[in-house]
């Protein structure tokens, strides 16, 4: 026992003395926050042994020096600091994060440089929301060769000088969004080698001439003034991964590096597609191109040469000036899963695509790869069974807020004669998952709908008095998950649904039901939304049924009778989640109660209803009783009267 405790000891001794020699304690403090203290200076008696001390968020208006030899990282954001002292960071020699957001340091500049030039191992540098100017910060990034990230955004710079970042090569990763930059002179970036990450958003560049960044990885231009975005054709491989040219005045789709990595593009709330058509948009980038590098001849056409060598599996192209669907440009994306076509001018999706130059046959195109197309906000009321046999891999298709009346499923003997049908063929599209047509005005959902699909979700939602054909959900009864028909305005007469095994949620809400079809016993509901119907009281044994499953059902904008809520009662038992139960009421023969207050005490609400109804049922048989005697001693009378007069007459 005692030799037991001997070891201990002396493994605590060794442990202790190792901290000792490299400098560290048990105790030592490695942060202090003072946070929202109102503080005005900072505080004196700081631990000298602190490796993080956050300062944010009070009043200092002057740093005079802080003796912390082991701090690593200072947080002053959100102060009111004006002035630092020359000496203020000299005694810092482990500092690597700084924090000078939202102060005011474009107040002098010259002591505040000579500050921050002591700090040579900084690493991460914020200078954000200071109002700096295009000197200020070139005063500040002096002596900076280890800088790893750097922060301007919201200041006041308008031009980046070639010589900004010439003691600060190292940086990985800059961010200068929200300034009102202009011009950016040639040299600026391209010696930083190890720069990956560039942020230029909300600032006043207009033109991006002649793209040089072979290094960067993320580049956002977004919400400035595009107008269009070339790069010089060449054989250096671009790691160019995620380009964001949203929010700007493009006209054309980017002319992008020959070799290239880019994977993500986004192009939304552009200009692109105000031209006439897709050639003539093609034509005038490669125009462009051309007088931009002092081409003396026109390339046949290097915007799609290029674009068909990137390896681009999403584009947002939303919120554009489409009026027809750029079917040759993006074809060229073998790679592409993600298509956002949303909110553009689409109206018909047709099949006009050029003849092949050496046999003048048409030529199939194919979008091999295309798994989600959203194309939501269109005015779209024809698809080309062209364009539906091109998405061999489609999965997700959104078409809600548009004007698609679907076709009954067709064989492909007959679907040339449906070429000229306004209406759309869902079924050719066989390995859909996911339909959204809500809001599409849709008069009839016509039998085998989407027979040959493997539908998982359909929402119907907001097609006002649509009709839904017997067997419309025929063959995806089977696979149907997620089923959303709300908002309708259709009766129980109208519902019939089939048995449907593998569906899991249910939204029939916003319609005039007043009963659940029974079929959706053999579905395994985890959830259901019948809100906003005529329903005054549910089928006790469907709902047990259901209870196997249900999680979570919605029940508030009905008109339920408290006296004929077994149902209620049932779930309310198996604790099943009401979420809007707060919202619901019922009502008894002479008031409406709020279903929470019901479920509290149910039979204290409905025994007077019964009694009343005994109460009932005994008058109305004293009454008959009254009535019948009343009659039998009136007709007694009767015949005694007549037989008195009888004898009198005699």
Same mark, same amino acid.
């Given at each position: 026992?005692?030799?037991?405790?001997?070891?201990?000891?002396?493994?605590?001794?060794?442990?202790?003395?190792?901290?000792?020699?490299?400098?560290?304690?048990?105790?030592?403090?490695?942060?202090?926050?003072?946070?929202?203290?109102?503080?005005?200076?900072?505080?004196?008696?700081?631990?000298?042994?602190?490796?993080?001390?956050?300062?944010?968020?009070?009043?200092?208006?002057?740093?005079?020096?802080?003796?912390?030899?082991?701090?690593?990282?200072?947080?002053?954001?959100?102060?009111?600091?004006?002035?630092?002292?020359?000496?203020?960071?000299?005694?810092?020699?482990?500092?690597?994060?700084?924090?000078?957001?939202?102060?005011?340091?474009?107040?002098?500049?010259?002591?505040?440089?000579?500050?921050?030039?002591?700090?040579?191992?900084?690493?991460?540098?914020?200078?954000?929301?200071?109002?700096?100017?295009?000197?200020?910060?070139?005063?500040?990034?002096?002596?900076?060769?280890?800088?790893?990230?750097?922060?301007?955004?919201?200041?006041?710079?308008?031009?980046?000088?070639?010589?900004?970042?010439?003691?600060?090569?190292?940086?990985?990763?800059?961010?200068?969004?929200?300034?009102?930059?202009?011009?950016?002179?040639?040299? @600026?970036?391209?010696? !930083?080698?190890? *720069? #990956?990450? $560039? +942020? &230029?958003?909300? /600032?006043? =560049?207009?033109? %991006?001439?002649?793209?040089?960044?072979?290094?960067?990885?993320?580049?956002?231009?977004?919400?400035?003034?595009?107008?269009?975005?070339?790069?010089?054709?060449?054989?250096?491989?671009?790691?160019?991964?995620?380009?964001?040219?949203?929010?700007?005045?493009?006209?054309?789709?980017?002319?992008?590096?020959?070799?290239?990595?880019?994977?993500?593009?986004?192009?939304?709330?552009?200009?692109?597609?105000?031209?006439?058509?897709?050639?003539?948009?093609?034509?005038?980038?490669?125009?462009?191109?051309?007088?931009?590098?002092?081409?003396?001849?026109?390339?046949?056409?290097?915007?799609?040469?290029?674009?068909?060598?990137?390896?681009?599996?999403?584009?947002?192209?939303?919120?554009?000036?489409?009026?027809?669907?750029?079917?040759? @440009?993006?074809?060229? !994306?073998?790679? *592409? #899963?993600? $298509? +956002? &076509?949303?909110? /553009?001018? =689409?109206?018909? %999706?047709?099949?006009?695509?050029?003849?092949?130059?050496?046999?003048?046959?048409?030529?199939?195109?194919?979008?091999?790869?295309?798994?989600?197309?959203?194309?939501?906000?269109?005015?779209?009321?024809?698809?080309?069974?062209?364009?539906?046999?091109?998405?061999?891999?489609?999965?997700?298709?959104?078409?809600?807020?548009?004007?698609?009346?679907?076709?009954?499923?067709?064989?492909?003997?007959?679907?040339?004669?449906?070429?000229?049908?306004?209406?759309?063929?869902?079924?050719?599209?066989?390995?859909?998952?996911?339909?959204?047509?809500?809001?599409?005005?849709?008069?009839?959902?016509?039998?085998?709908?989407?027979?040959?699909?493997?539908?998982?979700?359909?929402?119907?939602?907001?097609?006002?008095?649509?009709?839904?054909?017997?067997?419309?959900?025929?063959?995806?009864?089977?696979? $149907?998950? &997620?089923?959303?028909?709300?908002?309708?305005?259709?009766?129980?007469?109208?519902?019939?649904?089939?048995?449907?095994?593998?569906?899991?949620?249910?939204?029939?809400?916003?319609?005039?039901?007043?009963?659940?079809?029974?079929?959706?016993?053999?579905?395994?509901?985890?959830?259901?939304?019948?809100?906003?119907?005529?329903?005054?009281?549910?089928?006790?044994?469907?709902?047990?049924?259901?209870?196997?499953?249900?999680?979570?059902?919605?029940?508030?904008?009905?008109?339920?009778?408290?006296?004929?809520?077994?149902?209620?009662?049932?779930?309310?038992?198996?604790?099943?989640?009401?979420?809007?139960?707060?919202?619901?009421?019922?009502?008894?023969?002479?008031?409406?109660?709020?279903?929470?207050?019901?479920?509290?005490?149910?039979?204290?609400?409905?025994?007077?209803?019964?009694?009343?109804?005994?109460?009932?049922?005994?008058?109305?048989?004293?009454?008959?009783?009254?009535?019948?005697?009343?009659?039998?001693?009136?007709?007694?009378?009767?015949?005694?009267?007549?037989?008195?007069?009888?004898?009198?007459?005699?």
């Amino acid at each position: 026992m005692v030799r037991h405790m001997f070891s201990n000891l002396l493994l605590l001794w060794s442990i202790s003395h190792d901290l000792c020699i490299t400098g560290l304690t048990y105790d030592e403090p490695k942060e202090q926050s003072w946070n929202n203290h109102n503080l005005y200076s900072v505080p004196l008696d700081l631990d000298v042994r602190l490796r993080r001390l956050d300062l944010s968020n009070n009043f200092i208006r002057q740093l005079h020096t802080l003796a912390l030899p082991y701090l690593e990282q200072l947080d002053l954001s959100s102060n009111q600091l004006d002035r630092i002292s020359e000496g203020a960071f000299e005694d810092l020699a482990r500092l690597e994060e700084l924090n000078l957001s939202r102060n005011a340091l474009n107040n002098d500049v010259g002591s505040n440089g000579k500050a921050l030039r002591s700090i040579s191992r900084l690493k991460s540098l914020d200078i954000s929301m200071n109002d700096l100017s295009d000197d200020a910060v070139e005063v500040y990034l002096q002596n900076k060769s280890c800088l790893d990230q750097l922060k301007m955004t919201g200041n006041a710079l308008t031009r980046l000088s070639h010589n900004l970042f010439k003691e600060s090569k190292g940086l990985r990763a800059i961010t200068i969004d929200d300034n009102q930059i202009s011009v950016i002179e040639q040299g @600026t970036f391209e010696p !930083l080698s190890q *720069l #990956e990450v $560039l +942020n &230029l958003a909300r /600032n006043n =560049l207009a033109h %991006i001439c002649d793209f040089k960044l072979h290094q960067v990885k993320y580049l956002n231009l977004s919400q400035n003034s595009v107008e269009f975005f070339v790069t010089r054709e060449d054989d250096q491989l671009y790691r160019l991964e995620i380009l964001d040219l949203s929010h700007n005045k493009l006209l054309y789709f980017p002319i992008v590096p020959k070799m290239n990595s880019l994977r993500y593009l986004h192009l939304q709330n552009n200009l692109v597609g105000a031209l006439n058509s897709e050639a003539t948009m093609v034509s005038e980038a490669n125009a462009l191109y051309s007088e931009i590098m002092r081409e003396t001849t026109i390339r046949k056409n290097i915007l799609h040469s290029n674009w068909r060598l990137m390896p681009l599996i999403y584009i947002d192209l939303s919120y554009n000036h489409f009026r027809s669907f750029p079917l040759e @440009t993006l074809s060229h !994306l073998t790679s *592409l #899963e993600t $298509l +956002n &076509l949303n909110f /553009n001018c =689409l109206q018909n %999706i047709t099949w006009n695509i050029r003849n092949d130059d050496e046999s003048g046959f048409h030529r199939q195109l194919f979008f091999p790869s295309l798994k989600y197309l959203n194309l939501q906000s269109n005015g779209l009321a024809y698809i080309s069974p062209f364009f539906l046999n091109a998405l061999t891999q489609i999965e997700t298709l959104n078409l809600q807020d548009n004007s698609v009346q679907p076709c009954a499923s067709i064989d492909q003997s007959t679907q040339q004669m449906n070429l000229n049908t306004s209406c759309v063929v869902i079924g050719q599209l066989r390995t859909l998952k996911h339909l959204n047509l809500k809001e599409n005005n849709i008069k009839m959902l016509q039998p085998n709908t989407f027979l040959k699909t493997s539908l998982v979700s359909l929402n119907l939602a907001r097609n006002s008095h649509m009709v839904v054909q017997r067997d419309a959900l025929e063959g995806v009864q089977k696979t $149907l998950q &997620l089923l959303i028909i709300s908002e309708i305005n259709m009766t129980s007469s109208d519902l019939s649904l089939p048995c449907m095994p593998a569906l899991t949620q249910l939204n029939i809400s916003n319609n005039h039901l007043d009963v659940i079809p029974s079929s959706l016993s053999c579905s395994p509901l985890t959830e259901i939304d019948i809100r906003n119907n005529h329903f005054e009281s549910l089928n006790n044994s469907l709902i047990l049924a259901l209870s196997v499953h249900l999680n979570f059902m919605y029940i508030s904008g009905n008109y339920f009778n408290c006296c004929d809520s077994r149902w209620l009662i049932i779930l309310h038992e198996l604790k099943m989640k009401l979420p809007d139960v707060n919202d619901a009421v019922c009502f008894t023969s002479d008031r409406n109660i709020a279903v929470t207050e019901y479920l509290k005490k149910p039979s204290g609400y409905c025994l007077f209803h019964t009694k009343a109804q005994e109460i009932h049922f005994g008058t109305m048989i004293i009454i008959v009783l009254f009535v019948t005697v009343m009659s039998t001693v009136l007709i007694i009378f009767t015949r005694k009267v007549c037989c008195t007069q009888r004898s009198f007459i005699v």
